[in-house]
């Protein structure tokens, strides 16, 4: 990226050569421009006219284009005299580059990160003292995305998993065989589990016809399940690892774990240039090594002192498909974010995933010093009849993402519920059990609290309307929502 920009200074300055304050004047717009690029889209995206989004890349690179090509075409015709325009512009560009080190200083001032050896947080993080703190249990909570129940594989995917589900209970987990998430989108299931409650009062605080996500993305960063536990003495141990920007990472974490496969300062530099529409291919392994190093370090995380509250929502088995069954790596120019319609690629990552979830668990279980708590949930099931999110939602073919049939919920709504309650704790779990019940349980059991169980019901919503809930705990044809 800085050879891009030196690149592009030395091209103006030849084309300016023999009038160096016309060349300042369009090398620091050139800078501005691109080093404001990836800010000013974080606040125009998804914004619409009528139902045309006008807040997209394509129109945003134009925009910018048009401004350059009109601000070098005036700078070459005009006749004043631009001296005090290129102090401004320095100045405006010297601060925009200035922003991504302000951001990485103020990161690194409010979290800890690991890393290289997780073992080294012991000598660098404090332990909180609470009584009996050593008698209380790590808690794991591990999202795997779009992980399917066992049904909806043998039904839509030919697939029995027999093998894993048994492995998991030969090890002591309960596994809710009929559970279905709440809801089908991450960002509203994730704000329910983590938060106990159900979400349909966003209807009204956000608007039934909104498609704003600022409310829930804020409850699954400021949660009630990660305050409780703050008050029991728990340290919060966060994977920065998913890639999506709630749980990407959270401000509240006592401790950060992330990859650090690109460090601070490019990572910020992308996200907030002209580089950004290009981010997917910049970082084309990105996905990767944080899906792999979130499986190699998590079994680690028991090494750090004092009871933790491990989260870690990796994004896998959803699409981009990496891994074949044995872990062999698909080629880059398959990789699509929207593509659930290819089973046989879900399938194979999922099969992939149990491998590294069965490693896991021998990890987490022999190194315990306390028997943990671990919970291993998909946040929504898998998504090959509901057709192209990204599609024209007019077409029949991606109907599912408005209102699903009777099989699109068979598919897309059952989810593998995997419970390990040490004490048997296990004894008070059930088939049915959904997430939002999860936290209430573990909370009833090991912390003596008295939350009522509610009903465990799934409700859906529009992919472009996600506010505007129904009931579909009765699986049955909702097209006539319409």
Known sequence: MLGFTAIAVVVLWLIFKKDSNKAGIVTSVLLVLFFSYGRIYEIVVGFKIGNFVIGRH????AAWLIIFIACTFFTVRTKI??????SILNIIAVILVLFPLVNIGIYKFRTRDI???IATVQQEEETVIVKNSDKLPDIYYIILDGYAGSDSLEEFYDYDNHEFIDFMTEKGFFIASKSRCN???????LASTLNMEYVNFLSEDAGIESDDRTLPYDMITNNKVWKFLDSMGYQFVHFDSSGWGPTDRNRNADISIRVNRFNEFYISMIHTTMLKPFEKYIITDSGIQKVLYSFSNLGRVNQIDGPKYIFAHIMTPHPPFFFGADGELIPE????????WEKEKYLDQLIYVNSMIETLVEEILSGSKVPPIIIIQGDHGARSTLGNPRGDREDPANIGWL???????????????????????SNLLYDSISPVNT???IFNIYFDKDYELLEDKC???PYWQPYDFYDVTEIKDYTDQQ
Not at 58 to 61: G, K, N, P, Q, V
Not at 81 to 86: K, S
Not at 183 to 189: A, D, E, G, R
């Open 58 to 61: 394509i129109y945003l690179l």
């Open 81 to 86: 005299n631009l001296h005090n325009l290129i």
């Open 115 to 117: 890393q290289q050896d």
């Open 183 to 189: 809801y089908p989108w991450t960002y509203l299931s």
């Open 333 to 340: 120019a398959e990789y699509r974010l929207d593509a659930y």
């Open 403 to 425: 209102y699903p049939t009777a099989e699109m919920l068979r598919e897309s709504t059952p989810i593998l519920n995997a419970y390990y309650l040490p004490d048997a704790g």
């Open 439 to 441: 936290f209430r349980l």
């Open 459 to 461: 409700y859906y919503s």
